[in-house]
């Protein structure tokens, strides 16, 4: 494949915009960074899936600002070869997250994500090891 070709899977959109310069495809995977997931392929995945199941609940519908709370759980992965792929090999996270829609601005949003499947190389078991704080700005990732 390509360089163009390319994902690059993990954190919010906006940490990792770095390798947008490169043509890979970011793809948002709340509860993890990139380096969380991609620490196998440095130079970006040919083949991902990701799964999202997420519930809103209006809490302002002003048209001048309407306001959400997630919950949200997701998974997802990436492996350099479709011949790889397994699409039971996912890392999982779950998280809330609140959303501002402001019709100038777009979407600015923020998400708190627990990340389960983490590689062992954070050692320690404490929580703040495991979640991840996201921003979303103007649009939501993908």
């Known amino acids: 494949?390509?360089?163009?070709?390319?994902?690059?899977?993990?954190?919010?959109?906006?940490?990792?915009?770095?390798f947008g310069l490169n043509g890979r495809d970011i793809i948002s995977l709340r509860g993890y960074g990139t380096e969380d997931?991609?620490?196998r392929y440095p130079g970006g995945a040919g083949v991902f899936n990701k799964y999202t199941v997420e519930l809103r609940y209006p809490l302002s519908l002003n048209p001048s600002s309407t306001i959400f709370v997630t919950a949200f759980a997701q998974g997802g992965n990436a492996w350099g070869r479709a011949r790889d792929f397994n699409p039971?090999?996912?890392k999982r996270s779950v998280g809330l997250g609140l959303r501002v829609f402001l019709p100038?601005?777009?979407t600015l949003g923020f998400d708190w994500g627990i990340g389960f499947d983490k590689p062992e190389f954070y050692g320690d078991k404490k929580l703040s090891n495991y979640a991840r704080f996201n921003i979303v700005l103007g649009f939501e990732p993908d």
Do not use: A, H, K, T
């Not at 494949?1 to 770095?18: A, K």
């Open 1 to 18: 494949l390509s360089p163009f070709e390319r994902f690059e899977l993990g954190g919010d959109g906006l940490s990792n915009q770095s």
């Open 37 to 39: 997931i991609m620490q």
């Open 88 to 90: 039971f090999d996912i």
């Open 104 to 106: 100038m601005f777009g």
